[in-house]
């Protein structure tokens, strides 16, 4: 079992920054690939971004260069970096994990089996 928590959304002014943050507990994350969803008001949920348990990462095309997912697995944490940030990237942010074995790549959209509560991020003037 794996439970995680999302922290670290709030109010940014667009261009701003944010970092969130994806802990896990009752289990460590060493042996899971994590996707960052997210999920805007009247829109379908999409994967942002991914990291596998060998921190390969990978990018939705609309955060490319702006985002950087990164993991500590000592903390037991995945983390997205958020730059640049645009109104059009507010929404409910969401960590989702997936056990994964060897070195098996990352799935951006794919149906993780562990899921957080969400944190909001508004990009708004």
């Known amino acids: 079992q794996l439970h995680l928590v999302e922290s670290g959304g709030g109010l940014v002014q667009p261009g701003g920054s944010l970092t969130l943050s994806c802990g896990a507990s009752?289990?460590?994350?060493?042996?899971?690939?994590v996707v960052w969803f997210r999920q805007a008001p009247g829109k379908e949920r999409e994967g942002v971004s991914c990291i596998s348990s060998s921190s390969k990462a990978q990018y939705e095309d609309s955060v490319k260069g702006r985002f950087t997912i990164s993991r500590d697995n000592a903390k037991n944490t995945v983390y997205l970096q958020m730059n640049s940030l645009k109104p059009e990237d507010s929404a409910v942010y969401y960590c989702a994990a997936e056990r994964i074995f060897g070195d098996a790549p990352c799935v951006i959209n794919g149906a993780p089996t562990f899921w957080g509560q969400g944190t909001q991020v508004t990009v708004s003037s």
């Open positions: 009752e289990s460590p994350l060493d042996y899971y690939a």
